[in-house]
């Protein structure tokens, strides 16, 4: 009796650990996607800013064949920046780093590139946790802690809230 009572204290202090483990990930999940919804709109205001889209801006092998006819003394290669474009790329933007309260005028270039490389970090962590939670709820569902089906109790009550009054 006593062997199982303490199998019982184990196996709920384990469920305890991966259930616990399991809300801090979706807690982190809402706080990455906070964070991810900040910098989209920030990458949106910049690119506003430029008067540009993801896809507004020539590719640079257009702007080579527009220009190589007339190009004798200028580069071959002419680097266009997806979201800057035409856009002056070292007009200083005012920008605050995450975590800080600190404000920082640096080149638009560079604050968009930052935006975008958090962006894409945040994007595969996002990915990252979204897999963990996953699985951590499948470990936990395996254990018959998570209830897969409604109870017919609770499918019972539902169904007379349901009904229409006679």
Known sequence: MEDSVKQFQERLVEVEIEAENLLLARHQLVENDRVRNGNREALTALRKKARTTKTSVSSPFEAIMKEIEGATS???VKEVCATCGNHDSTEKTWMTFPGTDVFARIPFHAAHTILERDQAQLDLDAKKL???VKEKSFLISEKGVLAD????????????????PK
């Open 74 to 76: 200028r580069p071959l």
């Open 130 to 132: 979204q897999s963990y």
């Open 149 to 164: 089906k409604i109870s017919p109790g609770v499918l019972r009550s539902l169904v007379t809230l349901t009904d229409k």
